[in-house]
C-alpha cells in the first residue's frame, strides 16, 4: 500500500522528491545538470543570433536573446544552489533553502524586463517593414538555423525537467518550462522565416512580439509557483497529515495541522491528542513517533513538530471496555 502523498492543488507547479539525498549530494546533483544546460542553451543561442545578424530578423534575434537568458538563468542557478546548500545557522533556523526560490523569483523579474525590451523594438520596427525600408533577408539556409536551436532546446528542457523532479528542485523545473517554450519558440521561428523568405516580411516583427509573449508567460508562470513557496503556502493537505498520524498506535486525535515550505524541504507542525493517563514518556514516544511516520510517508519533509497534548474527550465505548479488562486484569480475573 502506497503512502499518502500532497494534494497537487497545493503546489501545482512544483515537484515531489522521489529521489532521496542529503542536501550537499542534491546541490552537486542539480550542480551538474545547471552546467549541461547552460551549454545546451548558450549553443541554441549562438545559432540563433548569428542567423539574425546575417539576416536581420528581429523575431531570430528575439528568440537568440530568449536562449541567451536561459544560459544567464543557469548561471544564477549555481549561485543560488551553493547558497541554498548552506547548513542551517543561528540567523537562519530553517537552512538557507529558500535561497532557490528567490533567484527563481529574479529570474521572473528579469523575463519581464526581456519581454518589454523585445516588445518595444518589434513595435518600432513595423511601420519601417511596412513602408519598405526595412526588413530581414531570409535564404533556405537560414531557416535551418530554428531548427538546430530547437533540437539544444528539446534536449536542454526534457534533461533538466525530469532531472528537476527527480530532484524535487523548483528552480530546475521552472527553468526547465522556460527552455521548453523556448523550443516552441524555435519551432515557431521556422514557420515564419518561411513566411518571410515568400514574401511577407511584416510576419519577422510580429512573431518576434509573440516570442516576447512567451517569455511574458514563461515569467508568470515562474512568479505564480513561487509565491506559493515564499507566502508559506500549505504544501501538504491536513486530511492526508491527520490520516498518517491517525495511524500511528495511540493517537486519539489530530488538530492544527500545518505546513509551508518548499516541497523538496517542507516543514509540519500539528498537535496530537492522546490518552492523559499516559506518563509523560509514553506520550513522548507517541510523538516521535508520529514525526517519523511523517517523515517516512511524505516526500520532502525535512522538520516536523509535534505538540503533544491530553485527549479530553470523552472516552469510546471502545476505551472503556479497554480500560474494564485492564482493571478486571489488575484485580486478578481472567480476561
Same mark, same amino acid.
Given at each position: 500500500?502506497?503512502?499518502?502523498?500532497?494534494?497537487?492543488?497545493?503546489?501545482?507547479?512544483?515537484?515531489?522528491?522521489?529521489?532521496?539525498?542529503?542536501?550537499?549530494?542534491?546541490?552537486?546533483?542539480?550542480?551538474?545538470?545547471?552546467?549541461?544546460?547552460?551549454?545546451?542553451?548558450?549553443?541554441?543561442?549562438?545559432?540563433?543570433?548569428?542567423?539574425?545578424?546575417?539576416?536581420?530578423?528581429?523575431?531570430?534575434?528575439?528568440?537568440?536573446? =530568449?536562449?541567451?537568458?536561459?544560459?544567464?538563468?543557469?548561471?544564477?542557478?549555481?549561485?543560488?544552489?551553493? /547558497?541554498?546548500?548552506?547548513?542551517?545557522?543561528?540567523?537562519?533556523?530553517?537552512?538557507?533553502?529558500?535561497?532557490?526560490? /528567490?533567484?527563481?523569483?529574479?529570474?521572473?523579474?528579469?523575463?519581464?524586463?526581456?519581454?518589454?525590451?523585445?516588445?518595444?523594438?518589434?513595435?518600432?520596427?513595423?511601420?519601417?517593414? /511596412?513602408?519598405?525600408?526595412?526588413? #530581414?533577408?531570409?535564404?533556405?539556409?537560414?531557416?535551418?538555423?530554428?531548427?538546430?536551436?530547437?533540437?539544444?532546446?528539446?534536449?536542454?528542457?526534457?534533461?533538466?525537467?525530469?532531472?528537476?523532479?527527480?530532484?524535487?528542485?523548483?528552480?530546475?523545473?521552472?527553468?526547465?518550462?522556460?527552455?521548453?517554450?523556448?523550443?516552441?519558440?524555435?519551432?515557431?521561428?521556422?514557420?515564419?522565416?518561411?513566411?518571410?523568405?515568400?514574401?511577407?516580411?511584416?510576419?519577422?516583427?510580429?512573431?518576434? /512580439?509573440?516570442?516576447?509573449?512567451?517569455?511574458?508567460?514563461?515569467?508568470?508562470?515562474?512568479?505564480?509557483?513561487?509565491?506559493?513557496?515564499?507566502?508559506?503556502?500549505?504544501?501538504?493537505?491536513?486530511?492526508?497529515?491527520?490520516?498518517?498520524?491517525?495511524?500511528?498506535?495511540?493517537?486519539?486525535?489530530?488538530?492544527?495541522?500545518?505546513?509551508?515550505?518548499?516541497?523538496?524541504?517542507?516543514?509540519?507542525?500539528?498537535?496530537?491528542?492522546?490518552?492523559?493517563?499516559?506518563?509523560?514518556?509514553?506520550?513522548?514516544?507517541?510523538?516521535?513517533?508520529?514525526? #517519523?511516520?511523517?517523515?517516512?510517508?511524505?516526500?520532502?519533509?525535512?522538520?516536523?513538530?509535534?505538540?503533544?497534548?491530553?485527549?479530553?474527550?470523552?472516552?469510546?465505548?471502545?476505551?472503556?471496555?479497554?480500560?474494564?479488562?485492564? =482493571?478486571?486484569?489488575?484485580?486478578?480475573?481472567?480476561?
Amino acid at each position: 500500500m502506497s503512502a499518502p502523498t500532497a494534494d497537487a492543488s497545493a503546489h501545482p507547479a512544483l515537484p515531489a522528491v522521489i529521489e532521496p539525498l542529503d542536501p550537499a549530494a542534491r546541490a552537486r546533483s542539480i550542480e551538474r545538470v545547471l552546467v549541461v544546460t547552460f551549454g545546451l542553451n548558450v549553443a541554441a543561442a549562438a545559432v540563433k543570433l548569428a542567423a539574425a545578424w546575417w539576416t536581420g530578423s528581429l523575431a531570430l534575434g528575439a528568440g537568440g536573446i =530568449d536562449s541567451l537568458f536561459d544560459g544567464a538563468a543557469n548561471v544564477f542557478g549555481l549561485v543560488a544552489i551553493r /547558497l541554498a546548500a548552506r547548513p542551517p545557522d543561528s540567523n537562519h533556523p530553517y537552512g538557507h533553502r529558500k535561497f532557490e526560490t /528567490l533567484v527563481a523569483v529574479v529570474i521572473a523579474m528579469l523575463l519581464f524586463v526581456t519581454c518589454g525590451r523585445l516588445a518595444w523594438t518589434a513595435v518600432e520596427a513595423i511601420p519601417a517593414v /511596412l513602408a519598405g525600408t526595412a526588413g #530581414a533577408v531570409v535564404t533556405p539556409l537560414a531557416i535551418l538555423s530554428p531548427i538546430a536551436a530547437f533540437a539544444f532546446n528539446w534536449v536542454a528542457a526534457t534533461y533538466e525537467g525530469r532531472m528537476g523532479r527527480r530532484l524535487g528542485s523548483e528552480l530546475l523545473v521552472s527553468d526547465a518550462g522556460h527552455t521548453r517554450a523556448d523550443a516552441g519558440v524555435s519551432l515557431a521561428l521556422v514557420g515564419g522565416l518561411a513566411a518571410v523568405h515568400a514574401g511577407y516580411p511584416l510576419v519577422d516583427p510580429l512573431l518576434s /512580439l509573440a516570442i516576447a509573449g512567451v517569455i511574458a508567460r514563461t515569467g508568470v508562470e515562474i512568479a505564480r509557483s513561487t509565491s506559493e513557496v515564499l507566502s508559506d503556502a500549505a504544501v501538504f493537505e491536513p486530511a492526508v497529515v491527520a490520516a498518517m498520524a491517525a495511524g500511528v498506535p495511540g493517537v486519539a486525535g489530530t488538530h492544527k495541522i500545518r505546513s509551508r515550505g518548499p516541497s523538496d524541504a517542507a516543514s509540519i507542525d500539528l498537535h496530537v491528542q492522546v490518552d492523559p493517563a499516559l506518563s509523560i514518556g509514553e506520550a513522548h514516544a507517541i510523538g516521535h513517533a508520529v514525526a #517519523a511516520e511523517l517523515r517516512r510517508g511524505l516526500a520532502g519533509v525535512v522538520d516536523v513538530v509535534v505538540h503533544v497534548e491530553p485527549d479530553w474527550s470523552p472516552p469510546s465505548a471502545r476505551d472503556r471496555h479497554r480500560r474494564d479488562d485492564e =482493571d478486571d486484569e489488575a484485580a486478578g480475573f481472567a480476561p
